[in-house]
């Protein structure tokens, strides 16, 4: 079983820096594209960033240039460092995994974690 365990969201203001981790646990998986989501209050979840395995990345326009996605393998770990931030950015932030173990692909996806900024 594959468990994704978020961490770093919080308020800042306006201009100001968050960096989000998001860690799996477990074994004998492969993580193939590690990805971010936001959803705001009365909007649907939206792709911010994808990371591939090759570590090709892709983001969304409303990010680009602000956002920047990592991934670590051997920690099985991806970041999302993101500055500076606006007041639009406020959302809960999921991150999302898609894993192959035992011949099955299987997205995974985080608890959430809110990112509040002020303006």
């Known amino acids: 079983q594959v468990q994704l365990v978020e961490s770093g969201g919080g308020l800042v203001q306006a201009g100001g820096s968050l960096r989000l981790s998001c860690a799996a646990s477990?074994?004998?998986?492969?993580?193939?594209?590690m990805s971010w989501y936001r959803q705001a209050p009365g909007k649907q979840r939206e792709l911010v960033a994808t990371?591939?395995?090759?570590?090709?990345?892709n983001y969304a326009d409303s990010v680009k240039g602000r956002f920047t996605i990592s991934r670590d393998n051997v920690k099985k770990t991806v970041y999302l460092q993101m500055i500076p931030l606006k007041a639009d950015d406020t959302a809960v932030y999921y991150c999302d995994m898609l894993v192959s173990a035992f011949g099955i692909r299987k997205h995974y996806w985080g608890q959430g974690t809110q990112v509040t900024v002020s303006s």
């Open positions: 990371i591939t395995s090759g570590g090709l990345t």
């Open positions: 477990g074994s004998s998986f492969r993580i193939d594209t």
